[in-house]
């Protein structure tokens, strides 16, 4: 599916991400709150080990506020803490600060028996491709350093980045590697944008994306799009929704190309609506 991880690679990314989690006191697992099952690394749990973890539901402006709290409850249930992001608007940061000081209280104490003190809390950041990772550097930091860019794969090159007086961010965050094996979780992904674009076909995902949005809720594209979507198929909607943006080619046909791209971006982008693509089973 993203042939850029293969199992060498893999390997590699699990012991950088090791090697980093020995200079650090807790780790930001970022996922995505339109998909949080299928934006999680697949063996996360053994990689983090017993290291203090917050998990960061991020673009939690594009998710449902419902969905979002079921998701909360879920990973509390299981003993996480978690805490819902929108890394756009600055949105949970101060709670991220807090529950890291509350999450890492023990590391403190225990070092200052040890007599060490003034050594500031260390976290770093580790998640899939186009999660926010860079973004949450950013809104984190307070300074545009950390590159930032809407295409998975865009953070390359270790420094510490100072957030409070007594917590810093590794520079560099851990770049892991999605679920590959589920085909659904593949899917979700490919919505979202986590996988690139080119390496899959665009009208099919256009076609799927717009089965999946009315299967969770008609209103979806009919609100948006302004049409019945009552017994059509994907590809007759997607047809549908051409026609009514004007996407047409030579000769009146529908340009389903253009239409796809339509639909994806829209639903990324959140106009189509606040759509979480998964729920917890509880
Ligand atoms: N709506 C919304 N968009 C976000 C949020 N956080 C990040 N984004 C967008 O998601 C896209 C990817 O963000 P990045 O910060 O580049 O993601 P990344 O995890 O660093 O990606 P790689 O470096 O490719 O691994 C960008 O277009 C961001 O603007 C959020 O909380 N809400
Ligand atoms: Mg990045």
Request: glycine share 8%; net charge positive.
């Amino acid at each position: 599916m993203n042939i850029n991880w293969y199992p060498g690679h893999m390997k590699k990314t699990r012991e950088s991400i090791k090697k980093n989690l020995s200079l650090v006191d807790i780790v930001y697992e970022l996922i995505d709150a339109r998909i949080p099952f299928s934006s999680q690394n697949p063996v996360i749990d053994e990689i983090l080990g017993n290291k203090p973890r917050l998990i960061i539901l991020n673009k939690s402006d594009l998710a449902d506020d419902e969905a979002n709290n079921s998701w909360k409850d879920y990973f509390n249930s299981k003993g996480i803490t978690c805490v819902l992001v929108d890394c756009i608007r600055n949105k949970g940061l101060d709670e991220v600060v807090n529950l890291t000081y509350i999450l890492t209280e023990d590391k403190r104490k225990s070092l200052a028996k040890k007599g060490i003190k003034n050594r500031p809390v260390r976290a770093m950041i580790v998640g899939i491709p186009n999660v926010g990772k860079s973004t949450l550097i950013n809104s984190l930091s307070g300074r545009k350093g950390a590159k930032v860019g809407n295409k998975p794969g865009v953070t390359k090159g270790n420094q510490w980045i100072r957030i409070r007086k007594d917590l810093e961010l590794l520079d560099t965050p851990g770049i892991l590697w999605p679920k590959f094996e589920d085909k659904e979780v593949g899917l979700n992904l490919a919505f979202t944008g986590a996988i690139k674009d080119e390496l899959l076909d665009i009208e099919s995902l256009a076609v799927k994306l717009i089965e999946r949005l009315n299967r969770i809720s008609k209103s979806y594209l009919e609100d948006r799009y302004n049409i019945a979507v009552e017994n059509k198929t994907g590809y007759e909607l997607l047809l549908e929704i051409g026609q009514k943006r004007g996407c047409i080619i030579r000769g009146g046909e529908v340009d389903t190309e253009k239409a796809s791209n339509i639909v994806l971006d829209e639903f990324r982008k959140g106009i189509i609506g606040r759509i979480t693509l998964e729920l917890p089973s509880l």
